[in-house]
């Protein structure tokens, strides 16, 4: 097998190279009482992390670099920023002035943020650092915010690196997740071997057991002859659905380019489904269904449908999300049993002072004399509802979402440009 180039597009995280060091940009920060990762790879396919901080407030940082040159070993740029700056900081920092590449990296009270560590153009770094300021208020700080760079000054990322103690570079080190797959097939292939030394050496004794097992089978046939077939499984719903990060990544990349006024129209509902995004425009004085159609047009590539016998002062563009032919986005994976998964979803939520009422949804009752079988349902299903003024994108980022699936997110826009959302779901367990 050929090894794969730098590029590969299974990376999703950037290496710098500073001489044998690879200072890795954008990894995914997490609260350590919310990972649930030991000896296997995450289910995000992060090869790498590293944990930085004391309890109870310790940050795990995952990444995928990609495959590095020998000898080179990677280090997170997000910690020596904190060590470098600390406090409550921040900064955006030039990656590739080329390609017009920036990090925004943030600190609060001496802790990384995990609303920092964005890798992108400079518009989008700086939309992550109002997010961040948004989010932290600088009442809630003594001595306020201390920027350490800005777009303006292109200070390079090198900054943060030199005069490193090795201390202090040891601390920021990134160690790769153990797994256990080369280990799984070099057992497997032990198994097979000696399963085929012991086929060559007693065949005579595997003939006779065989023969065993045929015997057993026709007399467990003969047993069960004139018994009920035993009734199927139903499929697992959630093996059809977007699993709940790829349904909010889907839902942000879309949401965050549309406008909030159009041929002046303005934005003030739309609703997040599996299969695209609906968006709802109320007219202001002066405007007309004409112009915001011909624009609408121009901008999503969707034409508009109003209201049109109720006076045309509503419109409706429904923008579809790209289809997701790989077969790798949907999972159909393992959930826990409904109180593990209850109180796992129920105390993720309370961290956020967010209060979720959950509804059991019961399968159909069997109707008395029904011809065919009934189909075993062998999973339950909890339906909820959550109302906040915080995006779901932030609210949920970091969760498991083992057996959680979204049906719709929708949002509404006030006058004054504030947000509103209410996230509706599903929870399944065993």
Same mark, same amino acid.
């Given at each position: 097998?050929?090894?794969?180039?730098?590029?590969?597009?299974?990376?999703?995280?950037?290496?710098?190279?500073?001489?044998?060091?690879?200072?890795?940009?954008?990894?995914?920060?997490?609260?350590?009482?919310?990972?649930?990762?030991?000896?296997?790879?995450?289910?995000?396919?992060?090869?790498?992390?590293?944990?930085?901080?004391?309890?109870?407030?310790?940050?795990?940082?995952?990444?995928?670099?990609?495959?590095?040159?020998?000898?080179?070993?990677?280090? @997170?740029? #997000?910690? %020596?920023? /904190?060590?470098?700056?600390?406090?409550?900081?921040? +900064?955006?920092?030039? !990656?590739? *002035?080329?390609?017009?590449?920036?990090?925004?990296?943030?600190?609060?009270?001496?802790?990384?943020?995990?609303?920092?560590?964005?890798?992108?153009?400079?518009?989008?770094?700086?939309?992550?650092?109002?997010?961040?300021?948004?989010?932290?208020?600088?009442?809630?700080?003594?001595?306020?915010?201390?920027?350490?760079?800005?777009?303006?000054?292109?200070?390079?990322?090198?900054?943060?690196?030199?005069?490193?103690?090795?201390?202090?570079?040891?601390?920021?080190?990134?160690?790769?997740?153990?797994?256990?797959?080369?280990?799984?097939?070099?057992?497997?292939?032990?198994?097979?071997?000696?399963?085929?030394?012991?086929?060559?050496?007693?065949?005579?004794?595997?003939?006779?057991?065989? @023969?065993? #097992?045929? %015997?057993? /089978?026709?007399?467990?046939?003969?047993?069960?002859? +004139?018994?009920?077939? !035993?009734? *199927?499984?139903?499929?697992?719903?959630?093996?059809?659905?977007?699993?709940?990060?790829?349904?909010?990544?889907?839902?942000?990349?879309?949401?965050?380019?549309?406008?909030?006024?159009?041929?002046?129209?303005?934005?003030?509902?739309?609703?997040?489904?599996?299969?695209?995004?609906?968006?709802?425009?109320?007219?202001?004085?002066?405007?007309?269904?004409?112009?915001?159609?011909?624009?609408?047009?121009?901008?999503?590539?969707?034409?508009?449908?109003?209201?049109?016998?109720?006076?045309?002062?509503?419109?409706?563009?429904?923008?579809?999300?790209?289809?997701?032919?790989?077969?790798?986005?949907?999972?159909?994976?393992?959930?826990?049993?409904?109180?593990?998964?209850?109180?796992?979803?129920?105390?993720?939520?309370?961290?956020?002072?967010?209060?979720?009422?959950?509804?059991?949804?019961?399968?159909?009752?069997?109707?008395?004399?029904?011809?065919?079988?009934?189909?075993?349902?062998?999973?339950?299903?909890?339906?909820?509802?959550?109302?906040?003024?915080?995006?779901?994108?932030?609210?949920?980022?970091?969760?498991?979402?083992?057996?959680?699936?979204?049906?719709?997110?929708?949002?509404?826009?006030?006058?004054?440009?504030?947000?509103?959302?209410?996230?509706?779901?599903?929870?399944?367990?065993?």
């Amino acid at each position: 097998m050929k090894p794969k180039k730098p590029n590969d597009p299974q990376a999703r995280n950037r290496v710098l190279l500073q001489g044998r060091s690879g200072w890795v940009v954008g990894l995914r920060w997490v609260a350590e009482a919310e990972v649930h990762t030991l000896f296997r790879r995450d289910k995000q396919g992060d090869t790498h992390k590293m944990q930085t901080g004391s309890k109870p407030g310790r940050l795990v940082g995952f990444a995928r670099p990609g495959p590095v040159r020998y000898g080179v070993r990677l280090y @997170a740029l #997000a910690v %020596a920023f /904190l060590q470098r700056a600390g406090g409550n900081s921040y +900064g955006i920092y030039q !990656v590739d *002035p080329k390609n017009d590449r920036w990090v925004f990296l943030a600190s609060v009270r001496g802790r990384l943020s995990v609303m920092g560590d964005v890798v992108g153009s400079a518009r989008d770094v700086m939309a992550a650092r109002d997010r961040f300021l948004d989010f932290n208020e600088p009442g809630d700080l003594q001595a306020g915010w201390h920027c350490s760079a800005t777009p303006e000054q292109a200070v390079s990322w090198q900054v943060l690196t030199r005069s490193l103690s090795r201390h202090e570079q040891h601390a920021a080190r990134l160690r790769e997740i153990l797994s256990v797959s080369k280990v799984g097939t070099l057992a497997l292939l032990a198994i097979v071997l000696a399963a085929g030394l012991w086929y060559w050496r007693s065949d005579a004794m595997l003939e006779a057991q065989r @023969a065993a #097992a045929l %015997a057993a /089978l026709h007399a467990r046939q003969a047993m069960t002859a +004139g018994k009920p077939v !035993v009734s *199927p499984r139903a499929s697992h719903p959630w093996a059809r659905l977007l699993p709940s990060s790829l349904f909010l990544s889907q839902c942000w990349s879309t949401r965050e380019l549309v406008p909030v006024s159009v041929a002046g129209w303005r934005l003030t509902a739309g609703v997040c489904l599996q299969d695209g995004l609906r968006l709802r425009y109320v007219a202001t004085a002066g405007s007309t269904v004409t112009d915001f159609a011909r624009r609408a047009l121009q901008l999503f590539g969707q034409s508009a449908h109003f209201d049109l016998p109720d006076g045309g002062q509503n419109g409706d563009v429904f923008i579809p999300f790209p289809a997701l032919t790989d077969p790798s986005s949907w999972r159909d994976e393992a959930v826990p049993t409904a109180d593990e998964q209850l109180m796992r979803f129920i105390a993720y939520l309370q961290r956020r002072a967010i209060r979720v009422q959950l509804t059991e949804v019961k399968p159909p009752a069997v109707l008395p004399g029904a011809a065919k079988a009934p189909v075993v349902q062998d999973w339950r299903e909890f339906t909820f509802s959550i109302n906040s003024r915080l995006a779901p994108e932030w609210l949920l980022a970091g969760g498991d979402d083992t057996g959680l699936r979204l049906a719709s997110l929708a949002f509404t826009l006030s006058p004054q440009g504030q947000f509103d959302y209410i996230v509706k779901g599903s929870l399944y367990a065993r």
